[in-house]
C-alpha cells in the first residue's frame, strides 16, 4: 500500500515546505524539464527537502494514481497543482501529453504512488519519450523499498544483486523464473503484493536452504523484516495471518560457495599466471565466494615469491 496521508488540516509538514524552500530555493530548476520525484513508500516524513520545494514549484504534476497523489499533496500543504493521470495502461499517450508540456517550457514532475518512479512503476516509457524529444530529465533520488530491503538484509560481501521486481503471476512461469534463479549466485530482490505473497513462497521453498530476508511494510508502523530460509519461508508466513498482510520486498541472500581453501588458491595461481593482481584476486572471489581480502594477501604473498616474476607491489582489490 502506498503511504497514508494525514487527516486534512493537519499542519506538521507546513514548516517543512519553509525548511525545503531555505535549502532548495537557491538551486537551479530549469524550464521545459521532466523531474522524476522519488516519494515516500510508506513513512510520509521521508519526503526530500528538494522534492518538496519541486513539487510547490512545478507547472504540473504527473503521477500514476490522481487521487493518491492529491491527499499526498494535500498532507504536505501543497494544493492547486494540475494533476496528469499517467499509468501503466495510457502511459504512452500520456507520455505525448506531458512532452507537449515540456516543449511549451512548463516544469513537469512525474510521482509514482509509492517510491522512486520508473524502476517498478510506470515512468520509463516518459523518460524515453523526453529523451526522444531531447529534453531533459532531471531525477530527485528518494525512497526506495529496493535499497531499504538490501541496507536491512545484511549481505555483506562485495554488494552486488540483481533486482528481479515481481514475478509472474501465472504459476507455471513463476515456477520457472524461480528455478533461473536457482542459478543466480548473486543476491536478487524480488517485489510482492500480499494476495500473493503464499504463492511466491511455496515457489521459493524449492531453493532450499538458500536464506531470503522478508521485508514487510517498510517504513510503516508494522515494519516487519525478518530473516529465514527459502525451505521454511512457507511455515513462517502462515505462522501468523499478519505475516501476509501489506506489501513486500524480499531479498534472496547469495549463493553459498563451498570451495575448499586449496581449490581457491590453485585458482588464484592459475588466474596469476594470466592476469593482473587486482583482475585475478576479482575474478577468484567471484568464482569461489573466498572473501576478497585474504585472497589479496595470499595473491601478494605468491607474487612475491622468487620465481614468480613480480615484487610484491600492488594496491588493494
Given amino acids: 500500500m502506498p503511504p497514508t496521508a494525514p487527516p486534512l488540516g493537519q ?3 507546513l514548516p517543512a515546505l519553509d525548511a525545503a524552500r531555505a535549502a532548495a530555493g537557491a538551486q537551479h530548476y530549469p524550464a521545459g524539464s521532466l523531474y522524476v520525484v522519488a516519494t515516500p513508500i510508506g513513512n510520509l516524513a521521508d519526503i526530500t527537502l528538494r522534492a518538496l520545494h519541486l513539487l510547490t514549484l512545478a507547472d504540473a504534476i504527473a503521477c500514476e494514481d490522481t487521487r493518491h497523489t492529491n491527499h499526498l499533496l494535500r498532507a504536505y500543504g501543497i494544493d492547486g497543482k494540475p494533476l496528469l493521470a499517467l499509468h501503466e495502461h495510457n502511459e504512452a499517450e500520456a507520455a505525448q501529453a506531458v512532452v507537449a508540456r515540456l516543449q511549451a517550457g512548463q516544469r513537469v514532475a512525474y510521482v509514482s504512488d509509492a517510491g522512486t518512479p520508473a524502476v517498478s ?20 533520488p528518494g525512497a ?3 535499497t531499504t530491503a538490501i541496507s536491512a538484509a545484511g549481505l555483506g560481501g562485495d554488494g552486488q544483486f ?5 514475478l509472474p503471476a501465472k504459476t507455471g512461469e513463476r515456477q520457472s523464473a524461480v528455478q533461473a534463479l536457482a542459478a543466480e549466485p548473486r543476491a536478487v530482490v524480488l517485489l510482492e503484493a500480499p494476495h500473493r505473497i503464499a504463492a511466491l513462497a511455496d515457489a521459493l521453498a524449492t531453493l532450499g536452504e538458500r536464506r531470503v530476508t522478508v521485508a514487510r511494510e517498510l517504513t510503516k508502523q508494522f515494519e516487519q523484516i525478518a530473516t529465514t530460509t527459502c525451505a521454511a519461508l ?11 498482510r501489506g506489501e513486500f520486498a524480499l531479498v ?12 581457491s588458491e590453485r585458482l588464484l595461481r592459475l588466474l596469476l599466471a594470466e592476469l593482473p593482481l587486482k583482475s585475478a584476486v576479482r575474478l577468484a572471489a567471484d568464482i569461489t565466494g573466498a572473501p576478497r581480502n585474504a585472497l589479496y594477501e595470499r595473491a601478494l604473498a605468491l607474487k612475491s615469491t622468487p620465481g614468480n616474476g613480480h615484487d610484491g607491489q600492488g594496491t588493494p582489490a
Fill in 11 to 13: 499542519a506538521s509538514f
Fill in 234 to 244: 512457507p511455515a513462517w508466513l502462515a505462522q501468523d495471518a499478519q505475516r501476509q
Fill in 144 to 146: 526506495s523499498s529496493v
Fill in 252 to 263: 534472496l541472500h547469495p549463493q553459498e560457495m563451498h570451495a575448499t581453501a586449496h581449490d
Fill in 162 to 166: 540483481l533486482f528481479h521486481g515481481f
Fill in 121 to 140: 512503476d510506470p515512468g520509463a516509457r516518459l523518460v524515453a519519450a523526453c529523451a526522444a524529444a531531447s529534453l531533459r530529465v532531471v531525477p530527485l
